[in-house]
C-alpha cells in the first residue's frame, strides 16, 4: 500500500460489502499477510493500512459505539467508556488494530 490514507480511501469506497466479507478483504488487500481483528465488530472494518511495515486493520470507532448501544443496551456514555477501556484499550496493545473517528 502506498499511503495509510490512501489505503482507508480505498476501503472506504468498498463499504458496500457485508461483514462477513470485510475480513477476507482485508486479508487479501494485504497480500495474506497476517493481521489480527477485533472480534464481533467486523462490520466496522472500513479497510487496512500500514504503519512501519505491518498491516494493520481500520475500525470506526463509533460504528463500533452505536453497536454497543444498539446491541448491548447501553447509553452514549457508557458505551464509549467500554470501547475506550475494553477495546481500543486492549486492541492497542494485543491486535495492533487502528480506530477512526470521522469527522464530519
Not at 58 to 74: A, F, P, Q, T
Not at 85 to 104: H, K
Request: aromatic share 6%.
Amino acid at each position: 500500500m502506498k499511503s495509510p490514507i490512501e489505503g482507508i480511501h480505498k476501503a472506504k469506497s468498498q463499504l458496500g460489502h457485508a461483514p462477513e466479507c470485510r475480513r477476507q478483504m482485508c486479508v487479501k488487500a494485504v497480500g495474506g499477510e497476517a493481521v489480527m481483528f477485533v472480534d464481533g465488530h467486523d462490520d466496522a472494518i472500513i479497510g487496512v493500512t500500514e504503519v512501519d511495515g505491518e498491516a494493520r486493520v481500520v475500525y470506526d470507532s463509533e460504528e463500533i459505539v452505536r453497536k454497543l448501544m444498539r446491541r448491548d443496551g447501553m447509553d452514549r456514555e457508557g458505551a464509549v467508556e467500554f470501547f475506550e477501556y475494553n477495546i481500543a484499550g486492549v486492541s492497542c496493545v494485543a491486535s495492533r488494530a487502528l480506530f477512526v473517528a470521522w469527522v464530519r
